[in-house]
């Protein structure tokens, strides 16, 4: 959350008036505000240099180790687990547990090792088609710091590269209230430690440093899910599509696992100093399989073949209160992709951004990741401009607008078309125990829209705003309440116009010097259909989120408790349920529940030695 102009400030303070005496002193830092500070505060403190070069011995030995095991299942059974002669062909063989297994070795950020194991509900545990016990399995290794050797990966790592246009695996947010999030921040390589199982290269990866010169290169063979047809004509198989769900639990999942080999090579070339920075960039892929995708026109400009490659330049530059960036992307087939932002602080209280790109239809990055509208860069050209004022040390308000083509059909749009979307928001923070924002979204994108099945569908704009007001006051040092009501109009000038609502009240228990914790939410929602579908981000387990969708009509419940048993053993759990009031069924296909609910628990330990 720390934007390039503020990390350029500080350390341009720094030099300046030499090192920092107390962390009160952020607060004369230029481009660095209060909400800023509240941030960063949990991850700071103020003490002499650390030495952080240490002996191979003191990294293998010195280290902390941590065993996490996360239990989730929904107690209502669908109908994948009801074998019967609706299903005798196609069900889940696997009970509806999820499980995941994690071991991680940590000393400071210099070296860390480790592995995961998970098992998706329906999967097969150590029998049937997952006779190894769980469906997926990822090991890593990963040193920081040694000599010329920046960073070195062995096992499953991901790779990050300039601004998404070629290659981003880690997180990565696209818009939201927070304006300066438009650039792409992060090392080239990582370690891997989730349980997704498409993000991430298995291989070999190292960064060589050497004053501002930095060399990345990388390698990676694994095998991934796809769908494969077999050409009977000439006796020969190919993928029509690349899977990406990550689910082994149906004979055609099953089927689809491992079906393609891919062999990836990549690497970064980037020269920097505390102004500047710039950087080439490269990824090939080659495919086990020819990649034949179905023939309808919005594929047309998708991957396909059995080769397939991105190729940049990047480049970062500051320039007293102004910040720079972009990338020029090509493919294999010079079909071209450019973003450009620029970040500025115009003054104490006032932060901008702007951001273009124009990415052709035929680009494409199988890992890419960059600020845009659709899910990855491909068949978009866009303008978006956002701005933070703080008029008052009690008030903020934040904006954006952004303007968006695309030149290319897509998916469930049978044309070229164009939307745009603006958002305001005001935060009200008159003391530490309270804070109430109020935001207006809107958002006009066009999508096929056919209700009188004419023989060419109709792409038309369907508009959609909604507006949010949210609560977060602080009782004691022990209780905060959070409170939320959000109102969502769908295509509201037109016959077929949506509407819908949703109502929640958190209450968070948090004890100061206490070995337990927890919160609770009771929440109502009613929408028309799926059209007028709200989201709500929840509170969960360590390590995991939950931002599920509601439609239809309902409520929604949800206990978290977090309990320290010892200073080696912490467990959390998660009780929740969703009621949908005016149905009696939940689902459809073998997900559907012959209830009007369905209740989650969700149990996880850390054990730490």
Known sequence: FLSPVQISTFFSYKKLLGDFSSIYELQAIPAWDIITIKKILPFITVTANVNLRSSLQERLKGGDQSVMLRLATILEKSRGYRLDASTANNFYPGNPAKMLLRYKYQFKNLLQYGFTAEKDAGEQFFRGAQRQGFDFYSAHFFARQIGIIKTIAVGDFSVNMGQGLTMWQSLAFKKSVDISSIKRQAEILRPYNSANEILFNRGAGITLQKKGWQITAFASFRKIDANLVLDTLNAEAFVSSLQTSGYHRTRGEVADKNAQRQFTVGGNLSWSNPRFSAGLNAVHYNFQKDIQRTNVLYNRFAIAGRSAGNYSIDYGYTFSNMHLFGEAAVNENFDKAFLNGLLINVDARVTMSFLYRNISRGYQALYGNAFTENTYPVNESGL?????????????????????????????????????????????????????????????????????????????????????????????????????????????KSASSERGYLVFSDIIFKPLLKPYSGNIRLQYFHTDSYSSRLYAYENDV???????????????????????????????LKISQTIYSEKDHIGSGLDFINNNKRSEVKLQAIYRF
């Open 384 to 492: 978006y401009s956002g701005i933070s004022i703080t008029p008052l040390d009690f008030l903020r308000i934040d904006a954006y607008a952004d303007f968006y083509k695309f030149p290319w059909i897509k998916y469930r749009v049978d044309a070229p078309s164009n939307g745009q979307e603006y958002l305001l928001q005001a935060t009200y923070f008159p003391s530490k125990r309270l804070e109430w924002y109020v935001r207006f979204k809107t958002e006009s994108k066009a999508i096929n829209f056919n209700p009188q099945e004419l023989p060419l569908n109709p792409v038309i704009k369907r508009p959609k705003q909604n507006m949010r007001s949210q609560v977060r006051y602080k009782f004691n040092r022990n209780f905060t309440s959070r409170s939320r009501v959000e109102l969502l109009w769908f295509d509201r």
């Open 542 to 572: 360590l390590y995991s989120y939950s931002i599920p969708v509601f439609f239809d009509k309902g409520f929604r419940w949800y206990v978290n408790i977090n309990y320290d048993i010892t200073r080696q053993l912490t467990i959390w």
